[in-house]
């Protein structure tokens, strides 16, 4: 539910479904992918490879293997390897799932009101207020729309409060705008204070 009070004033009422929590998980992961290296964990496994095949190769030639043990070594460390991935995703799926139901996150009600100055965030239990320089980005993901105050951290609001497509499309553009103000009057406010200090 949304109730509109004035251009600059919004309020919204709703409550989150698991479908959209694992969407919220899955774009956390996203951007949490952006700082990870995988070039380490290819050369691992890339070194593990050569160490594995070259070892077999050597049992070969002085007799300890034959090719069939051989060729079932060299296919268990390919396929433990896509094990170990899937295994890595499989787990913290289900932890989160588990997690979404003991805390009852489906069950509880979200009040969230935005104004010219701050967003605020109510739930059940617990009340927060984020100033707009305090936010990094607004994302439209389409079935969710994020707030997010760093690359891990954030809230979003669910697409089917919003009464249509432009109604959702509107409010994000609303709020990058509010964001682009907010950090553009804090930086200068920044160089305003440094200046004055060199002086």
């Known amino acids: 539910m949304i109730d ?3 251009p600059s ?3 919204f009422e709703f409550q989150v479904t698991k479908d ?3 969407l919220f998980r899955t ?3 996203k951007k ?3 700082f990870l290296d995988r070039r380490i ?3 691992v496994a890339v070194v593990a490879f050569v160490i594995v095949v070259t070892s077999g190769y050597i049992a070969l030639d002085r007799g ?3 090719p069939r043990v051989m060729f079932m070594s060299i296919l268990s460390f390919v396929l433990g390897e896509f094990y170990m991935f899937f295994m890595s995703i499989w787990p913290a799926r289900r932890m989160f799932d588990r997690m979404f139901e003991l805390d009852q996150i489906g069950e509880m ?3 969230v009101v935005f104004d010219d100055f701050s967003i605020i965030v109510r739930t059940p239990n617990v009340e927060s207020r984020m100033c707009w320089d305090g936010i990094a980005e607004v994302e439209d993901s389409e079935t969710i729309v994020v707030i997010w105050y760093n690359s891990r951290q954030g809230f979003y609001i669910p697409a089917r409060v919003f009464a249509d497509t432009s109604a959702r499309t509107a409010f994000t553009k609303w709020a990058s705008e509010h964001v682009r103000r907010a950090k553009a009057l804090s930086a200068s406010t920044t160089s305003a204070s440094a200046t004055l200090a060199e002086n």
């Open 4 to 6: 509109e009070i004035a």
């Open 9 to 11: 004033n919004l309020r």
């Open 20 to 22: 959209e929590d694992k």
């Open 27 to 29: 774009l956390v992961g």
């Open 32 to 34: 949490l992918k952006t």
């Open 41 to 43: 964990h290819r050369m």
């Open 64 to 66: 300890w293997l034959t």
């Open 109 to 111: 009600r979200w009040h």
